[in-house]
């Protein structure tokens, strides 16, 4: 891997993740060694059924690889106690789904607080930030509103303040346009790529959106479980015509 | 930057009871629909075990002839005693049969329905002691509420049929401290079964790793 002094944020270290499905032995992952920059905006490309989600989960923290390490801010996941990958997850990353896994029965506010409830902060504290960050997507007046009552764009946008809520160094996007139009999806990106320029937040994003590759610093290929090649951005040559 | 992994904080009981009641009143309807089948089971069980302790308080005072009347009615009386018969007991038995599985079923699909819930919940930071005493929280709060309704239900239903059948003496009789024992217990049955019902996915669910608690059937 090629390291410019910067510290890695994340590392895998020949993951493999295989699951099991009564008889059948499907190995979504076959030995992932890689490694990724601070402040790096990366995107994991490759089709469905790739390995890219399972991916996502293993460098998020949020499944046991079968073997491998993974080390996050080099700290080795499989080390840390119940506690601790909490505090992982709430502190250090931040989230995001195609799904955008909003909780149904919240509103945007409460969302976006949840994280920063886990983590101790008191009322006002929370509050306030969960303001302040719901006008950053551009949803202050639309904080009383459940999911159900929002478009698609804008419960992406909530969940991409709530992933913020405790001002993660990672986050991980999984598919964030999947579910958007393509406005929408733009919209996304641009919002994804400010906080990486102008906070210095790492992004990784597992993806198949072309619109993705324009403001990623790196590019990571998979391919049945293997990373089939890794681009820098400066070497891509694919331009991205006018769509839509 | 910080290298270090620090430990998360376990919030305190009150956050989590705030949490949970709001949790419940946001999706009033659903969860009255599982207390709603909580209330029907422990109706049936209140409703034999009172009828049977308002027939043993009215019996010694009626006539012979209402006497006679209860007997050929179907009524089994043992020892001076009515509900302690084999049929009786059996009865019984069976209505606490049918209420374990409907209080365990509906909450099982309660929780097992959230599964997705969890998972988000996981990767936000929570704890899985938080999980478990959410849910733990909801299973009481169902279990008490559903309870006493039912049990309210049951006893007047038994004592309503007991009197169009006896007349007022139902009434006047009326075995109040056994009523109130018998709210009691069917208070104690349904949180017990409540939490039975949501203890075992919620501590499955606690555990998972969050991306296999998201990839669950919602």
């Known amino acids: 891997m090629e390291l410019q002094g910067d510290h890695n944020v994340v590392r895998l270290s020949e993951v493999t993740k295989v699951f099991r499905m009564g008889n059948n032995r499907v190995e979504a992952l076959k030995g992932i060694n890689f490694a990724i920059k601070a402040g790096e905006y990366l995107s994991i490309m490759g089709p469905s059924g790739s390995g890219k989600s399972t991916l996502f989960n293993m460098i998020g923290a949020l499944d046991k690889p079968t073997t491998g390490r993974v080390f996050i801010d080099e700290v080795d996941v499989a080390q840390l106690d119940a506690y601790e990958l909490a505090w992982l997850r709430c502190r250090k990353i931040g989230y995001i789904f195609q799904t955008f896994n909003l909780i149904m029965v919240m509103t945007a506010i409460e969302n976006v607080t949840l994280p920063m409830i886990f983590a101790g902060m008191n009322r006002d504290e929370y509050m306030e930030k969960g303001m302040e960050l719901l006008r950053l997507v551009g949803l202050a007046e639309r904080f009383q509103h459940k999911p159900p009552e929002l478009s698609g764009g804008q419960q992406q946008r909530v969940a991409v303040a709530r992933a913020l809520a405790n001002s993660p160094a990672i986050i991980l996007a999984d598919e964030p346009t999947g579910n ?4 929408t999806g733009e919209e996304i990106i641009t919002l994804l790529k400010h906080l990486s320029t102008e906070r210095g937040v790492t992004i990784i994003s597992a993806t198949h959106d072309i619109k993705m590759l324009n403001v990623s610093d790196r590019i990571v290929w998979i391919r049945d479980g293997r990373i089939d090649r890794v681009e820098e951005r400066r070497d891509l040559k694919i331009s991205v015509g006018e769509v839509g | ?15 989590v009871v ?6 419940m009143r946001v999706r009033l309807a659903r969860s009255l629909i599982t207390t709603a089948s909580l209330a029907l089971a422990i109706a049936f069980v209140a409703y034999i075990w009172s009828g049977y302790a308002i027939l043993n308080s009215v019996w010694p005072h009626i006539d012979s002839s209402v006497q006679e009347d209860i007997l050929s009615s179907g009524y089994e009386m043992t020892d001076g005693h009515f509900g302690s018969s ?3 007991r059996w009865l019984a038995i069976l209505s606490l049969i049918v209420c374990v599985v409907g209080i365990v079923n509906a909450q099982l699909m309660a929780v097992t329905e959230r599964f997705r819930e969890i ?3 996981k990767c936000l930071g929570a704890l899985n002691s938080f999980v478990v005493r959410i849910f733990v929280l909801e299973g009481i709060y169902q279990g008490i509420f559903g309870g006493l309704i039912g049990s309210i239900l049951g006893i007047l239903v038994a004592t309503l ?5 006896l007349g ?11 009523m109130l024992l018998t709210i009691a217990e069917a208070l104690f049955l349904a949180a017990l079964l409540s939490l039975l019902g949501v203890m075992y996915p919620a501590l499955v669910a606690a555990r998972m790793e969050p991306a296999v608690a998201l990839r669950a059937e919602a």
């Open chain 1, 180 to 183: 958007l139009d393509l406005t």
């Open chain 2, 1 to 15: 930057m910080s290298q270090s992994v620090e430990r998360q904080v376990v919030l305190p009981f009150a956050q």
């Open chain 2, 18 to 23: 705030r949490i949970s009641f709001n949790s």
């Open chain 2, 86 to 88: 084999p049929k009786d």
């Open chain 2, 119 to 121: 998972g988000t919940f």
């Open chain 2, 161 to 165: 049929t007991i009197t169009l059948k």
């Open chain 2, 168 to 178: 007022w003496s139902a009434i006047v009789f009326w075995p109040a401290l056994k």
